[in-house]
């Protein structure tokens, strides 16, 4: 094995998650070894237990490793704004639009997590939920205020924040995993999408009616 140059410790962190990922989500959880990350990264598995104490925390950091990433601060920015305004269509429209985008630039990640259902890996799975759920809650939280203004139709919010991701996230799914081709590209998808649902969940006549 041919030991990779010296690189500062964010470096290479940064490369021994990016060398995870492509094996998790190619091999899963149970079917990649320590050993087999360090070969692919050109290091010892000494390196790797210098930065994460064991398999099971370098996975839960490949899951929180998108998480990281300064375009997710950029959308929760996006979302945020969208919400101080309450513009219920723009905030819908950003939502589909960066699950798309999350498909587009990586989908190692989905892979990954689709392993881990396939093999019963709890752990993965809930740390994915539990770094999830703030920001489900948060968008929850504001489907529910807008329908107390009246703004939005009275049905469970958490249905209307889990439809809006849903299909963009099948649609992600369909086409870079299962070789779906689509006859629209992804701001188009997104538009449509936004306008199912808020046809489905607007209550104002002139949104109804377009």
């Not at 929180?64 to 601060?73: G, R």
């Not at 259902?117 to 752990?123: C, D, R």
């Not at 529910?144 to 139709?153: I, M, T």
């Amino acid at each position: 094995m041919s030991v990779t140059p010296r690189l500062s410790a964010p470096d290479r962190r940064r490369q021994l998650l990016e060398t995870a990922l492509d094996l998790f989500s190619r091999k899963g959880f149970e079917g990649t070894t320590t050993k087999e990350i360090a070969a692919a990264a050109g290091v010892t598995e000494a390196i790797i237990f210098r930065h994460f104490p064991n398999k099971q925390a370098l996975y839960t950091a490949v899951i929180d490793f998108p998480h990281e990433a300064s375009e997710f601060d950029q959308w929760m920015a996006e979302w945020k704004s969208h919400m101080d305004r309450d513009d219920d269509e723009a905030l819908i429209n950003s939502i589909i639009r960066c699950v798309l985008t999350k498909y587009r630039q990586d989908a190692r990640v989905q892979r990954m997590l689709l392993f881990a259902a396939l093999e019963g890996h709890q752990l993965g799975l809930e740390h994915n939920r539990e770094r999830s759920y703030p920001i489900f809650e948060l968008l929850v939280q504001y489907v529910a205020r807008r329908q107390a203004e009246g703004a939005l139709r009275r049905c469970n919010p958490r249905a209307i924040v889990a439809a809006a991701a849903g299909m963009a996230d099948h649609f992600g799914m369909m086409t870079e995993l299962f070789g779906f081709k689509p006859n629209a590209d992804d701001q188009q998808v997104a538009r449509d999408f936004t306008t199912i649902m808020m046809h489905g969940i607007g209550t104002n006549s002139t949104t109804q009616g377009k």
